[in-house]
């Protein structure tokens, strides 16, 4: 177990191994949340604006170029959009990886 020190202004360092391990550099995001023993720290990924709308573009091209009109209702479509969304978003997070 680590043990970490709470510096001005509220920070804390996380030991090189545990950054290491979870493949975390300067800048990433970390979401928060109160446990029953304690804090709990997890790794997130975001994908900037400009790339999340370039892969919602080729998205779109691919759907276009490839399927006639679809029968899905419109929830049913932005549900796929958010499926291939997240999909896009795991494949960039695993890139991101050594």
């Given at each position: 177990?680590?043990l970490?020190?709470?510096?001005?202004?509220?920070?804390?360092?996380?030991?090189?191994?545990?950054?290491?391990?979870?493949?975390l550099?300067?800048?990433?995001?970390?979401?928060?949340?109160?446990?029953?023993?304690?804090?709990?720290?997890?790794?997130?990924?975001?994908?900037?604006?400009?790339?999340?709308?370039?892969?919602?573009?080729?998205?779109?091209?691919r759907?276009?170029?490839?399927?006639?009109?679809?029968d899905?209702?419109?929830?049913?479509?932005?549900?796929?959009?958010?499926?291939?969304?997240?999909?896009?978003?795991?494949?960039?997070e695993?890139?991101?990886?050594?």
């Amino acid at each position: 177990m680590a043990l970490v020190r709470l510096k001005r202004a509220a920070q804390i360092t996380l030991p090189a191994e545990l950054r290491k391990r979870f493949h975390l550099e300067e800048g990433d995001y970390l979401e928060v949340e109160a446990v029953e023993n304690g804090i709990l720290l997890k790794p997130v990924s975001f994908i900037g604006r400009e790339k999340a709308w370039e892969k919602v573009r080729e998205v779109l091209n691919r759907v276009h170029a490839k399927l006639s009109p679809s029968d899905q209702s419109p929830r049913e479509q932005e549900e796929e959009i958010t499926r291939i969304i997240k999909e896009l978003r795991q494949e960039d997070e695993a890139e991101r990886r050594p």
